[in-house]
């Protein structure tokens, strides 16, 4: 929704609009979870904190989707999973071995490849950068919600990162709205309300899947990227594009194999 409407309206905008429709779905579900209270016994300075990298990482990947094919996109945002691997070997003392840095490799790797790196490329660099930082901020928002789990709920975490980014988006456009026409601002609305639920499932997920089937159904991601780039912008990804994202995928699968075993073990 943010792609299509991207050249008409502020990106800021757009955003702030994104966040607070997402509230609608996250409200209700973690009232249904933790009741009307919810907002009692909050360690605010973390929700915070959290929130505001949360938000910079929102801004950089959309800012990012805009200027390229979704299909480049969500190669490099697959980047996150793999930093968030190498931030908790340092930070959290997660074991980190030779397969795990052979999957690391060839993750970057892949994205390196999809992001046409030869010859003449249309591809952004630019939009490159702001997917590969906003990868960067999604990393570091898991692993401080890791870190101190204790502080907060999945709920709670992803209903203040949202309400964080709406009041931030609200207050950079500086009270300068463009008048939308009811088509425009019912996908922004309808785009928001996606977004909450697509939060709220995941964490639905996450919760009831094992880790390692859960891990595998966020490839689907891709799948999902290269279709919607081909059928709503008419986006056919690249030779570079399709062998980028087979090499991304088969780091994941190392790794989902990796684990598997492991656990089994």
Known sequence: VIKLLGDRYSILQLLFLNSLFS????????????????????????????????TIGFLCVLKGVILLPLSIVYPVLFTSPLMLLVMSHFFLSDNINIIRVLAILMG?????????????????????????????????????????????????????SMAVSAIIFFFTTRFSFEVMTVNDLSLSFLGGVFAGLGVSAVIYGSKTLPSSVFGLTSYFQIIYGVFLGWIIFNQLPSIYNYFGILIVILAGLLLFYFDKSENES
Do not use: D, M, W
């Open 108 to 160: 970057f790797f892949g994205v390196l490849i999809s992001a046409e790196p030869f010859g003449s490329s249309n591809v952004s660099i630019q939009g490159v950068l702001f997917i590969f930082f906003g990868a960067f901020c999604i990393a570091i928002t898991h692993l401080i919600t890791r870190k101190y789990n204790y502080l907060t709920s999945s709920y709670s975490a992803a209903f203040f």
């Open 23 to 54: 509230l609608i779905p996250l409200f209700y579900f973690i009232c249904k979870k933790h009741s009307f209270k919810f907002y009692k016994n909050q360690n605010y300075y973390f929700q915070i904190v959290r929130g505001v990298i949360h």
